[in-house]
């Protein structure tokens, strides 16, 4: 106890010290831009300045001892284990997507609110402090050991890190492409070098030191995201409401922001626009049914456009752009057909008339119906999702003592809480800020934040804004912004000083960084302890498991670079098809394996294997970019919430194989018994 006391008195003064040191670094960048220093050194700054400190608690943390590399040594303090486990929470999907999220989907985006906070509140009653008692290393060890049939648990120990490693691994895939975006946008690089840049600096944690390194970097993490994410919304509400807090002035703008939209629905210029869209959109439609024929039309059309500009000597720059066009046209009818009716998809989407930021399930009863029933499975699906993620239950084992997990557990609950609270609200301060200042400006004078963030990508523009009925004047409508752009471009939306461009983005890549650390370590820790070390060499030395464990990590940190390189999809639908499988394959055992004694290793394997399959069956079948069709939908529940099939579907498996079976042995009922019992 007194050992803990004196760490946690340690830890206190050196992150007091950390953040008083980075509101100095701050303070000096102000001042350094009123000075005249350039923007992308700002931005240099802020990346290598965090980038040094992480690796430096890395480099300072690191170790061989397994206990300490698997767990940090099980002695993290309940406040710094819950801001680490905070960080650990709060992902890219949190940071940068969440607010951009409520902003396009309005009222429908609460689901991601709602399901993230309501599924720490089930890991708090349900699991974490059931596997503190357990004391074992990854998940996959307390499965293997509640489910030993006679062989150690092996089938079911395999199955988790199956599971473990195919959840853990695309959800890092989303937060190494965020790394990717705010190098890019902040440094100048491009992309793909952004990314294995932000790699970079994961590995230096992870792999110096394993879970103590993790943890004492997510704690600094922690402050500078919690900083990041409050000045700008604590600006605008100051901005728009004279209120600092933006929780208070959110109730205050929304009505004006319903008076607004009043206003932009029946403006005549808006639908002219939607219009224009609708027609893009049936020119499109009238291309797929004409394919192949189409296909073929198009491609000779481009060839000899191409031919005619050459012919009359053209600029260099025409002549580059037609060639762009040839190059860029589809190579073949499938491949045309598929861009075809993405590009028709969009502009039907934007041809769509103006919902109401507040409007909950917009449409026909129909529509209203289908939506409502889509925000109820999403809601289920990523609370379930949470109370399955192996990296933030693995941050169970790291306190001293089931008593400390629990308070761990609140105060996680509250830093969480301090950014979830204010994603609502700065979505609404950002969407007055647009619809006022933006909304109605004359294309001759945009803002310079347009023009910085449409070139950020130009294959794929994170925001376009397009004359579309000729008038000069900047329609709603013809606003495309990607909601990954949102967060990191609000301080220049709000006419803040670069500085603080460079503090949102220091803190999205702090929250990037912080969950794919975690990710990482939960994937080569599966394999490295309960792969090798359990299954394949259980004489390996703890020096010999250790340096396994970061191999292991180097080789899955590259492959997910390289994944997230391909732009596989948005950061939020990346985030929740994981959810949706960690609900579906490890919530079965994990609640089941605490709750019911009757549960037996066949049920867990039929329940595991079940939830799975069940779970990517619909996901590949009603995802076109998997190769799905929207059609194939059962109740017409979007592959997102493909969990809300299988969760129950892995439940009852689970419960019928288990009773069809013999019951467990004794010592396993006795263990249930030992890990539900009260602390003494």
């Avoid at 941050?395 to 609502?424: A, G, K, N, Q």
């Avoid at 950002?430 to 006022?436: G, R």
């Avoid at 394949?536 to 390289?562: C, M």
């Avoid at 994944?563 to 999809?569: G, L, V």
Wanted: charged share 15%.
């Amino acid at each position: 106890m007194t050992t803990t006391r004196s760490l946690y008195r340690r830890l206190r003064s050196t992150y007091l010290w950390f953040t008083a040191g980075f509101g100095c670094f701050l303070v000096a960048l102000a001042v350094l831009e009123q000075e005249g220093m350039p923007r992308q050194w700002i931005g240099y700054l802020f990346m290598l300045g965090t980038i040094v400190l992480y690796a430096t608690i890395g480099v300072l943390s690191r170790t061989s001892n397994v206990l300490e590399y698997y767990v940090a040594g099980r002695r993290v303090p309940a406040l710094f284990n819950g801001m680490a486990t905070a960080a650990d929470w709060i992902s890219a999907a949190s940071f940068i997507s969440l607010a951009g999220g409520l902003y396009l989907r309005g009222f429908d985006g609460l689901a991601y609110i709602m399901g993230w906070t309501g599924g720490y509140v089930l890991v708090a009653l349900l699991i974490a402090p059931y596997l503190r008692k357990f004391a074992q290393y990854t998940i996959p060890d307390f499965l293997a050991a509640r489910y030993d049939g006679g062989d150690g648990g092996r089938a079911v120990r395999l199955l988790a890190v199956a599971a473990t490693i195919a959840v853990s691994f695309i959800y890092v895939v989303a937060q190494i492409y965020a790394v990717g975006l705010i190098a890019s946008r902040f440094t100048g690089v491009d992309f793909s070098v952004g990314i294995f840049l932000g790699l970079a600096s994961i590995l230096v944690c992870s792999f110096l030191g394993g879970m103590r390194a993790i943890t004492w970097t997510q704690v600094a993490q922690y402050i500078i995201i919690v900083v990041a994410f409050l000045i700008p919304a604590m600006w605008l509400a100051v901005k728009h409401s004279d209120n600092p807090v933006p929780q208070l002035a959110y109730g205050k703008l929304l009505s004006r922001l319903s008076a607004r939209e009043a206003v932009l629905q029946q403006d005549p210029r808006e639908a002219q626009v939607r219009d224009a869209f609708r027609q893009k959109a049936t020119e499109y439609d009238e291309r797929l049914r004409q394919l192949p024929v189409s296909w073929e039309v198009g491609r000779i059309e481009a060839q000899r456009h191409l031919d005619r500009i050459k012919q009359r000597n053209a600029s260099l720059l025409e002549i580059r752009a037609a060639e762009r066009a040839l190059i860029a046209y589809p190579k073949n009818v499938d491949e045309a057909s598929r861009e075809w009716t993405e590009a028709r998809d969009q502009y039907l989407a934007r041809a769509e008339p103006l919902t109401p930021h507040a409007q909950p399930y917009p449409g026909t009863p129909e529509q209203s119906d289908i939506k409502r029933n889509n925000f109820l499975a999403l809601v289920f699906c990523l609370m379930l999702g949470t109370a399955g993620l192996p990296h933030i239950l693995m941050r169970s084992y790291t306190t001293p003592s089931v008593e400390d997990t629990r308070v761990s557990v609140f105060w996680t609950l509250f830093f969480i809480l301090l950014i979830y609270l204010t994603i609502p609200a700065l979505a609404v301060l950002v969407k007055y800020d647009i619809y006022h200042a933006l909304v109605g400006s004359d294309y001759a004078h945009l803002p310079n934040w347009v023009s910085y963030w449409a070139n950020v990508d130009k294959v794929n523009p994170l925001l376009s804004i397009a004359d579309i009925n000729h008038d000069g004047v900047v329609q709603l409508a013809e606003i495309g912004i990607d909601g990954d752009v949102l967060v990191l471009a609000t301080p220049e939306i709000a006419g803040l000083p670069y500085v603080i461009s460079g503090l949102v983005a220091a803190g999205g890549l702090a929250a990037a960084l912080s969950t794919a650390d975690g990710l990482l370590l939960a994937i080569s820790n599966a394999l490295s302890h309960d792969v090798y070390y359990k299954l394949v060499d259980p004489t390996a030395s703890t020096q010999k498991r250790v340096t396994i464990s970061k191999l292991l990590l180097l080789a899955v940190a590259f492959i997910a670079a390289y994944t997230a390189s391909q732009k596989p999809a948005d950061i939020l639908s990346l985030v929740g098809a994981a959810f949706s499988l960690a609900g579906s394959t490890l919530v079965p055992a994990l609640v089941l394996g605490v709750f019911w004694k009757r549960a037996n290793h066949y049920g867990a394997l039929a329940g595991m294997t079940t939830g799975f399959c069940l779970c990517v069956y619909y996901m590949v079948h009603t995802n076109p970019v998997l190769g799905g069709s929207a059609a194939g939908q059962w109740l017409h529940i979007a592959p997102i919430s493909a969990g809300i099939f299988g969760v129950p579907a892995g439940m009852l498996a689970m419960a019928i194989v288990s009773l069809a079976t013999p019951a467990p042995a004794h010592r396993i009922a006795s263990m249930v018994d030992y890990i539900r019992a009260p602390e003494q």
